[in-house]
């Protein structure tokens, strides 16, 4: 059984940084694209980064540009989101997402696996 795990986020300052990170039981990441997510209540989810499995690609939404950095290491089976200069609109609950199934990696449907959210909230 597969089970994605994820730690980090919490309260942070706009302009501060936070780190997420994502693993995996029952699963290598190493062999599989994994892709970060957030949503906010009431909206629907909205992808936010995702790296390839052996992490020569990655992509990021447009205001996330310049601001997050995904990484993986496969050593450790996990892959991290490190975000900066957080502004209050990044306020979300995040969540991580691997097994791509297909279709196009924004798209939450094309993910099989999902982590438990993380919540991150900034303040002003």
């Known amino acids: 059984q597969v089970q994605v795990v994820q730690s980090g986020g919490g309260f942070v300052q706009a302009g501060g940084s936070l780190r997420l990170s994502c693993t995996a039981v029952g699963l290598r990441l190493a062999t599989r694209h994994v892709a970060w997510f ?46 900066d200069n957080l502004n209050l609109e990044d306020t979300a609950t995040y969540y991580c997402a691997t097994v791509f199934t297909g279709g196009h990696w924004h798209e939450a449907e094309a993910w099989r696996y999902w982590g438990q959210g993380t919540q991150v909230t900034v303040t002003s």
């Open 38 to 83: 957030r949503q906010v209540l009431g909206k629907e989810r909205e992808a936010v980064s995702w790296i390839s499995s052996d992490g020569g690609s990655s992509y990021y939404r447009d205001n996330m540009k310049g601001r997050a950095t995904i990484s993986r290491n496969n050593a450790e089976n996990t892959v991290d989101l490190q975000m």
